[in-house]
């Protein structure tokens, strides 16, 4: 099973030290950095809205607990959004690369 998972920060120095870090440790096979996303969110009761960079992240089941361990440890927010979506189709030659770049350590 693949998954793409997806998160946001606040700082491209931040985005980019987490799609470094778990591309070179083979817990993503590609991680997209899409900037200025506009989030609005509910925050210690309030309303607030910031810029963010929204990672898209392609990886494997097998890895998700590692892959979801690291972006905790890599996170600027107290509570970083990590939401993993499973997926069985695509592209084949796309998934096979996915499942060569993917290692389990």
């Known amino acids: ?3 793409l998972a997806i998160t946001t920060t606040n700082s491209f ?3 980019n030290k987490i799609a470094k870090t778990l591309v070179d440790e083979r817990l993503a096979a ?3 950095i899409i ?3 506009k989030s609005y969110y509910v925050w210690e009761g309030k309303t607030t809205t910031d810029d963010e960079i929204l990672l898209l992240i392609k990886s494997e089941d097998k890895v998700k607990d590692k892959l979801i361990k690291r972006i905790k ?3 600027t927010y ?3 959004e ?3 979506f499973n997926f069985n189709e695509g592209l084949e030659d796309y998934l096979k690369w996915i ?3 993917v290692k389990e350590n």
């Open 73 to 75: 440890e890599l996170h």
């Open 82 to 84: 990590i939401i993993i």
């Open 99 to 101: 499942s060569e770049s």
């Open 30 to 32: 590609c991680v997209n």
């Open 35 to 37: 900037p200025y996303v």
């Open 78 to 80: 107290q509570i970083p």
């Open 13 to 15: 120095e931040n985005a």
């Open 1 to 3: 099973m693949y998954i």
